[in-house]
């Protein structure tokens, strides 16, 4: 039988690390070249899953990225694969074609409050700007100093609550073909969500926000913002919000319109007022602006255990580029870097940012025990398969979307403006429609999204690049894939 060496078979995040990842399925007494020495992996290792590569005494932890992940329940030698309770039931649920170990050789590491040591903790200083950054440019739509700068040119048809988003799809169906015969415009489309549609919402503000970022995007050229006028958020109340928050509403071509009349009679009214304004916005011209003009906001979902070593590192260095260019990144998902607290505070700005940023990741964990449910149950089965064994090793992963050379400046509630450059932290579900929804809020003119099992995600007006980890999963999906992080997987540079 061939011995293979542990580089052509498995990736190790970081120097140090005690486990790898399979990058290929291994079957039981695969032969791996481990630093000069030969060994023999004891059952099979699926793609994904990790495997021991030094020995592993009783009580040590398992390590990536230098972290610790989890705990061996017993002596570990290197080519031993790694199982906690939880994958093995989620394999068995799989119903896999190999024999599996009867039981676990590592406990999950325990999700304790991360205590931070103030007295140790130091502020960073600023990511460094590159030399000459106004020299590299992109075409943007110049929106005026309080707007920013859009990388699209759309018309949104914006629902205040759910009552009116069926109505809004039905504009923008109608709307299409009008849409096409105007070629300086990117879309006619619809803003609809399940809000608001049943009594005072818990989340007014919330949602008054977020409606109130989407208005003021710079990818909008035009707005129509329909209710009904007896909803729980009307577009008064909006109206009222953004003055009273400072929003540049009448730096945005908009109308608040209140549909009283028959649905198609208002749908002719809608039709004619968006019909009115499509020369004007057409007529929008692309000029070449600063990358400071980009805000990216970072996003994965249907990850894999490839996510925190090809896709998110990747993410990561694009963030990492635009942030030296004095522009800005949306770091998100609370729920998703529980675990990796320590990571994410590595390099901070100060106390203050660092504490915000703890209070958030508490104040989660506290609605969701209000629940009766813990951070713990967070990875899906999904997640599991493809090789993510606990919330532990899926937030490292996660958090490998801000790059370690990148100061976390900024910590923000869920959709609030970011107004300066920089690395933010904003406080959102890890649900991913719902977080890219609060970093479109925010300011992000176009966002990465990462996957590993190649979910599709999107948003009507703001570009969102699609990553996806490996090169087999490219492949059957290439047409609906931007990137392949799978790449550097095969012996590509990162870079």
């Known amino acids: 039988m061939t011995t293979l060496n542990l580089n052509d078979v498995s990736r190790v995040p970081a120097l140090g690390d005690n486990t790898a990842i399979a990058t290929r399925r291994l079957p039981s007494e695969t032969r791996l070249l481990i630093d000069g020495v030969e060994t023999v992996t004891d059952v099979t290792v699926l793609e994904g899953h990790r495997f021991a590569i030094a020995p592993i005494r009783a009580?040590?932890?398992?390590?990536?990225?230098?972290?610790?992940?989890?705990?061996?329940?017993?002596?570990?030698?290197?080519?031993?694969?790694?199982?906690?309770?939880?994958?093995?039931?989620?394999?068995?649920?799989?119903?896999?074609?190999?024999?599996?170990?009867?039981?676990?050789?590592?406990?999950?590491?325990?999700?304790?409050?991360?205590?931070?040591?103030?007295?140790?903790?130091?502020?960073?200083?600023?990511?460094?700007?590159?030399?000459?950054?106004?020299?590299?440019?992109?075409?943007?739509?110049?929106?005026?100093?309080?707007?920013g700068i859009g990388t699209r040119n759309y018309v949104v048809i914006l629902a205040t609550t759910s009552r009116t988003s069926s109505w809004a799809r039905a504009l923008e169906e109608?709307?299409?073909?009008?849409?096409?015969?105007?070629?300086?415009?990117?879309?006619?489309?619809?803003?609809?969500?399940?809000?608001?549609?049943a009594g005072a919402p818990n989340n007014r503000d919330l949602l008054l926000r977020t409606l109130a970022g989407f208005t003021v995007h710079p990818n909008v050229g035009a707005v129509l913002i329909v209710d009904h006028g007896d909803e729980a958020v009307t577009g008064s109340m909006l109206r009222d919000y953004m003055r009273a928050h400072g929003y540049p509403l009448d730096d945005v071509r908009r109308r608040f319109v209140t549909i009283r009349s028959t649905f198609e009679a208002d749908l002719q009214q809608g039709a004619s007022l968006v019909e009115g304004w499509l020369p004007a916005v057409a007529a929008a011209q692309r000029t070449p602006q600063p990358l400071s003009a980009l805000k990216l906001g970072l996003q994965c979902g249907g990850s894999d255990a490839f996510s925190g070593v090809s896709g998110n590192p990747l993410a990561a260095w694009a963030a990492k580029a635009i942030v030296q260019h004095g522009g800005a990144s949306n770091l998100a998902e609370t729920d998703e870097l529980i675990g990796a607290e320590q990571y994410v505070l590595a390099n901070v700005k100060d106390i203050d940012t660092a504490r915000s940023f703890l209070n958030a990741v508490e104040r989660f964990k506290e609605r969701v025990a209000w629940h009766g449910h813990t951070a713990e149950g967070n990875p899906t089965g999904g997640n599991l398969y493809r090789g993510l064994y606990n919330i532990a090793i899926k937030s490292i992963g996660a958090a490998m979307k801000r790059h370690p050379d990148v100061r976390l400046d900024h910590v923000i509630d869920y959709a609030e403006p970011m107004n300066e450059?920089?690395?933010?932290?904003?406080?959102?579900?890890?649900?991913?429609?719902?977080?890219?929804?609060?970093?479109?809020?925010?300011?992000?003119?176009?966002?990465?999204?990462?996957?590993?099992?190649?979910?599709?995600?999107?948003?009507?007006?703001?570009?969102?690049?699609?990553?996806?980890?490996?090169?087999?999963?490219?492949?059957?999906?290439?047409?609906?894939?931007?990137?392949?992080?799978?790449?550097?997987?095969?012996?590509?540079?990162?870079?």
Request: proline share 8%; charged share 20%.
């Open 174 to 197: 109608r709307m299409a073909d009008v849409a096409a015969r105007h070629p300086g415009i990117d879309g006619i489309v619809a803003v609809s969500h399940t809000e608001g549609g």
């Open 421 to 495: 450059p920089g690395c933010y932290f904003m406080d959102s579900p890890g649900n991913d429609l719902e977080s890219i929804a609060g970093q479109v809020a925010s300011g992000s003119n176009f966002l990465l999204f990462v996957t590993g099992n190649g979910s599709i995600t999107n948003f009507p007006f703001v570009p969102t690049i699609k990553i996806v980890t490996t090169t087999e999963r490219y492949t059957l999906l290439g047409r609906d894939m931007d990137v392949n992080a799978g790449a550097y997987l095969d012996g590509a540079p990162l870079d």
């Open 59 to 147: 009580g040590e932890a398992l390590t990536s990225w230098g972290l610790p992940f989890g705990y061996a329940l017993r002596d570990i030698a290197p080519g031993s694969y790694l199982h906690n309770a939880r994958m093995l039931e989620a394999l068995r649920l799989r119903h896999v074609d190999f024999l599996l170990p009867s039981t676990p050789n590592f406990r999950d590491t325990a999700l304790e409050p991360f205590v931070l040591d103030e007295a140790r903790l130091h502020p960073a200083l600023p990511t460094p700007l590159l030399p000459d950054t106004s020299q590299r440019t992109f075409d943007g739509y110049d929106r005026g100093l309080r707007r």
